[in-house]
C-alpha cells in the first residue's frame, strides 16, 4: 500500500494530542500508516456490505462506525482518505460523499485515540520525545 496521506494533517493530530512532548517524525509516518490499514480494512467490510444490498455505492451506514458529527472540522483531508478506502477494494464501487465524510471522521478519532495513549506511554518511559516504538506499543499492547 503506498502512502496517500499527507504528513502534514497526521502531525497535527498527534501534535495536537502531544502536550509538552515533541513528536518525531517516524512516529507520524507509523501513526499515517495505521490510518491507512484502518482506513482500507473498513472499506472492504464497507464493500462487502453494499455487495450483500445490491449495491455498486458505499453508503454511509456501510461502515458501522455511527453517526457524522456535523460540528466537526476535520484535519484529515477528504480526497486521500477517498484513495485509502478505494484503494483495497474492487474499482466498481464508488463511495458516497457522506461516506467518505463518516470514514475521515472516523480514522481522524481512531488516530487521536492512538496519539493520546502514545504520549502516555512515551512519559512512562521518561521520554520527551514520541516516538515510532511508542505508537507500535500502543497498537499492539492496548488493542488498538
Known amino acids: 500500500m503506498s502512502m496517500e496521506l499527507p504528513?502534514?494533517?497526521?502531525?497535527t493530530i498527534i501534535r495536537r494530542n502531544s502536550g509538552t512532548l515533541r513528536?518525531?517524525?517516524?512516529?507520524?509516518?507509523?501513526?499515517?500508516?495505521?490510518?491507512?490499514i484502518e482506513g482500507a480494512n473498513l472499506a472492504i467490510e464497507a464493500s462487502k456490505i453494499a455487495k450483500e444490498n445490491g449495491r455498486k455505492t458505499i453508503q454511509e451506514g456501510d461502515f458501522n462506525i455511527g453517526k457524522r458529527d456535523l460540528e466537526r472540522e476535520l484535519v484529515l483531508p477528504i480526497a486521500p482518505v477517498d484513495r485509502i478506502a478505494r484503494s483495497e477494494i474492487d474499482n466498481r464501487y464508488?463511495?458516497?460523499?457522506?461516506?467518505?465524510?463518516?470514514?475521515?471522521?472516523y480514522l481522524e478519532s481512531y488516530?487521536?485515540?492512538?496519539?493520546?495513549?502514545?504520549?502516555?506511554?512515551?512519559?512512562?518511559?521518561?521520554?520527551?520525545?514520541i516516538q515510532k516504538e511508542d505508537i507500535e506499543i500502543c497498537v499492539r499492547i492496548l488493542g488498538e
Request: hydrophobic letters at 45%.
Open 111 to 129: 488516530a487521536d485515540q492512538i496519539a493520546k495513549k502514545s504520549v502516555i506511554l512515551a512519559r512512562h518511559a521518561g521520554r520527551k520525545t
Open 7 to 11: 504528513f502534514a494533517p497526521v502531525d
Open 94 to 105: 464508488r463511495i458516497g460523499n457522506d461516506a467518505r465524510l463518516i470514514l475521515a471522521e
Open 23 to 36: 513528536v518525531g517524525s517516524e512516529a507520524t509516518g507509523e501513526l499515517a500508516r495505521l490510518i491507512q
